[in-house]
């Protein structure tokens, strides 16, 4: 009787209970009537001042900004990177006359003060929840030093590795991008941006920035409506419907107009169709690019063009500072369109708590931490065991690897020993000098248990304009005046004393970052020479690769007896490197991105539309889409990486032949570890419409799962297919799905699949 009553009285008590929805309409119209407030009491040069993002530097020295700060002029900081620095500018604030909070940003894209592997790396190990904690501990690290917003994730699509940004996006594939963006909004933003360990997210570029002409960057994109929905948009729509506080505009013109100022991208789509109501920032001086681009003649022109389009805040050029008043006088922007940005501004604070503690995460002067640099800042068990889980094993011929940690083994190339490109580029407060390279990780691995020899081999080219760029802003990676006969013949004395050569080559981080486009993917010069008089030694030769990009790897491939894929792989990257190589961690990674023969296939991706004269291999002849002089394909397939276990994948068992429109079918396969190994693999799931109103994609990834399995082993794995994985944007860009017959593949990478067809009812 006494828990029927107690029960009655709980659920009675429920009943008078607000429920979620009201307390967040609560919330809600307490923050409205706040931000209303506030409005009301500004004048427009507060309002204006609102939407400008500056960072201290040459073009805004610290004391020139202070006394802008004390009179209200500034909104946002980027690039300020420790709490007494951001305790000082915020500190200047009660100096103004409505004591508006700043907010402080920086790009925190793989890592704060500990460097995970690079955006890439992080998508080669289609593991979200290790993605996830990447991002969660970026978020406490950079909230500890103050910050409340990072220009991160980058979730540009890309299927050009000409791009020196693919190093910081997630690769070619839309649904994987996709996922990894909801994953990290809200490892970044917690459970609430009011929490002082959390930040908010800003993606970027919006849009398809990813999509440059030639791989080159800034370059202009043209493209249908119908390719840009279904190709790129989607991991941005991920991020709004994730939630993600902000967005930063695309540097680059869509279909002729600049991001910064093509209001049916920010207007239409971003707002409208998706429903976002968050900051929208240019990227880094993008207003007054605006006149290079061609569409605007002064700087009043392109402020007018920008704001109206709905960029609420102009970084760094001080264009909307300059012009916006003149603007607003004359009705060129209307009182609507201020207030809007300047709301936009407001409520970002007023979500990230500033307006109740201004020093929400600068905290006070008793909690800093006495070295910010301090070894126990760091998370390095963390980004050891990202590191090694966003390792792809390319080759390995006569199970080569794993490597014995007895003997004699020679670790080889310019990259060996290079602490400053194992951390990769955008590597925010990480510092080189607590980064583990390749070589302190095998030999420390190895112990007393037999020798390690060095030699550097190379350098990373003898190409002048490359040796120049590299080091363009200061001597990251120095010459060595040796020549290039010397260091070979050093490395060849070296490698003939050792039963393995690990020979670690690929690229500098400053030739995978942004404005680093290449013509070329293949390896530097220098490094292949180096390589080929190694292979000459005749000792069996493990290529470790550090680099930002697919690479063109056909001769490697052929001289290498293994190759690993270790990308730029961050602060613990040569024992993560060491783990892979010694068989301590059995590699799972799998490529996100396509690796073509030669630069000459490119753009190569696996989503690609047929033709109605697609390559057969049974026919090599005139009349096929193909290159004649290149084998046909790629070298190594999106989703293709190796184990040093086998796995075996079953035929496809359906729940169905047929799928209703409301309804739902299970594909189910068995995957059996048939080595003597325990590994992980991703097991994949992709789809083919096979005939439709418009010419669909030879197939798409819908589905993954990563799996571990002991020798031996097996795992019914199952994915569950409803019509939402069969939607495309048709020609109308309608998003439906239409009857018919449709092509199941399920396998270990988009090559390597097994298949079955069900029809759409």
């Not at 004390?70 to 690039?79: A, M, S, T």
């Not at 920035?209 to 080159?216: N, S």
């Amino acid at each position: 009787m006494i828990k029927t009553l107690w029960m009655f009285g709980l659920l009675a008590g429920l009943l008078v209970q607000p429920t979620f929805a009201d307390e967040r309409a609560d919330a809600q119209d307490r923050q409205d009537r706040f931000i209303d407030e506030l409005l009301e009491k500004m004048t427009v040069d507060e309002k204006i001042s609102q939407l400008r993002l500056v960072s201290v530097g040459p073009e805004h020295p610290k004391e020139t900004l202070i006394a802008d700060i004390r009179q209200g002029k500034v909104g946002g900081i980027f690039n300020t990177v420790t709490r007494p620095d951001i305790r000082l500018l915020q500190d200047q604030v009660k100096e103004s006359r409505l004591k508006i909070p700043l907010f402080f940003a920086y790009d925190v894209t793989h890592g704060h003060r500990t460097a995970f592997p690079i955006s890439l790396g992080l998508a080669s190990s289609w593991d979200l929840e290790a993605i996830g904690r990447s991002g969660r501990i970026s978020a406490l690290e950079a909230s500890a030093d103050g910050l409340d917003m990072t220009f991160s994730p980058m979730i540009d699509v890309t299927r050009e590795p000409r791009w020196g940004r693919a190093s910081e996006g997630f690769g070619e594939d839309p649904y994987l991008t996709a996922r990894i963006a909801e994953v990290l909004v809200k490892a970044y933003q917690g459970d609430s941006l009011r929490d002082p360990h959390s930040i908010m997210a800003v993606f970027k570029h919006f849009a398809l920035y990813g999509a440059t002409e030639g791989g080159r960057d800034y370059n202009t994109v043209d493209m249908s409506a119908q390719r840009m929905f279904q190709d790129y948009m989607p991991p941005y729509k991920a991020a709004v419907d994730a939630g993600a506080g902000a967005v930063m505009t695309s540097l680059s013109a869509l279909n002729g107009m600049p991001g910064t100022a093509n209001s049916w991208l920010l207007r239409d789509v971003l707002r409208q169709q998706w429903g976002f109501d968050g900051l929208v920032v240019s990227d880094h001086g993008a207003v007054l690019e605006l006149m290079r681009h061609g569409v605007a003649a002064d700087p009043a022109a392109a402020t007018q063009m920008s704001i109206n389009a709905g960029t609420d805040m102009n970084m760094n050029d001080d264009a909307y500072l300059h012009e916006l008043k003149a603007l607003f006088d004359s009705g060129k922007v209307p009182m609507a369109v201020l207030d809007a940005a300047c709301r936009n501004v407001l409520v970002t604070k007023y979500r990230l708590g500033l307006f109740d503690d201004p020093y929400l995460r600068a905290g006070v002067v008793a909690d800093d931490p006495a070295d910010r640099n301090a070894e126990s800042r760091l998370h390095r068990a963390d980004a050891r065991d990202i590191a090694r889980r966003s390792m792809v094993l390319l080759k390995n011929a006569d199970s080569v690897l794993p490597l014995k940690k007895s003997g004699t083994l020679a670790v080889i190339g310019p990259l060996a020993d290079s602490q400053n490109d194992i951390i990769g580029s955008w590597s925010a407060a990480s510092l080189p000098n607590q980064a583990v390279t390749v070589l302190r990780g095998v030999t420390e691995a190895m112990g007393d248990r037999g020798r390690v020899l060095h030699a550097k081999g190379s350098n990373l080219s003898n190409d002048p304009l490359i040796q120049q760029f590299i080091n363009a802003y200061e001597v990251v990676s120095p010459l060595d005046p040796r020549s290039p006969e010397q260091m070979i013949d050093e490395a060849v004395a070296i490698a003939r004393q050792a039963d393995v050569v690990v020979a670690v080559v690929g690229e500098a981080r400053g030739m995978a970052d942004e404005s680093g486009s290449r013509a070329s993917l293949q390896i530097p010069d220098a490094q292949q020479a180096l390589i080929a008089a190694l292979e000459a030694t005749g000792k069996p030769l493990v290529l470790v690769l550090l680099n930002g990009r697919p690479l063109a790897l056909g001769k490697e491939h052929e001289q290498a007896d293994a190759m690993l894929e270790a990308w730029f792989p961050g602060t613990e990257g040569g024992h993560a490197i060491a783990d892979v190589l010694f068989g301590d961690y059995n590699p799972s990674g799998k490529l996100p991105m396509t690796f073509p023969r030669t630069v000459g296939q490119v753009p190569l991706y696996y989503n690609h539309l047929n033709s109605g004269r697609p390559f057969r291999p049974e026919n090599r002849g005139k009349y096929t889409s193909n290159y004649f002089d290149v084998e046909h394909g790629p070298m190594y397939p999106f989703g293709y990486g190796l184990s040093y276990t086998d796995f075996e994948v079953s035929p496809i068992r359906l729940s169905s032949k047929t799928l209703s429109s409301g309804g739902r079918i299970e594909a189910q396969v068995t995957v059996r570890n048939m080595g003597s190994r325990a590994g992980e693999t991703v097991v994949q799931l992709y789809l083919q419409d096979k005939v439709a109103s418009i010419s669909r994609s030879v197939q798409e990834l819908k589905g993954f799962r990563k799996i571990a399995l002991q020798p031996g082993e097996s795992r019914d794995v199952t994915f569950d297919v409803g019509i939402d994985a069969l939607k495309f944007f048709n020609a109308a860009l309608d998003f439906q799905a239409e009857p018919g017959v449709f092509k199941i593949m399920v396998g270990l990478d988009s090559v390597d699949v097994r298949s079955d067809e069900f029809t759409l009812e």
